[in-house]
């Protein structure tokens, strides 16, 4: 084997576990990112009727989720309200939501390692309506 194909971008330092493989074994690693996420216009969202007023809780399953939900509620001049419930598919994604509310107001529920660790969570909570962001790498 002498080459291997990395589908992700190439990284920043040195410390990479790439890095260490090249120098060792003394292979030619490509980095090209399979995967281009394009967000969803505002003016998608309206002709499919979709009302951020309708939905009291917001499903995370990622950090571009995170920016892309807050970009379309800037776009259509949504005020996420204080009482939004976060059920996040795990811790990163919780801290990263950070970026955007402040953490100790907000309610904020996380899965230990997947979303899946969600369920329990999310069966108690029968009266909300959910809005879900699919996973978006």
Known sequence: MKTI???QPEPNSDSSPYTRLK???N???????????EGVEAKDVRMQKIDFNNFD???LTSRNSVDHFFRLAEEMRFKVPDSTKY????????YYLQKYVVY?????YVGEKNLMDLEATLRNSKKTVFFCLPQTS
């Open 57 to 59: 809780s917001i499903i």
């Open 87 to 94: 059920f996040c598919a795990s811790e990163g994604v919780a």
């Open 5 to 7: 194909l990395v589908s």
């Open 23 to 25: 120098e060792k074994y």
């Open 27 to 37: 292979l030619t690693i490509d980095y090209r990112p399979f995967i281009h996420v």
């Open 104 to 108: 100790r107001k907000r309610k904020v």
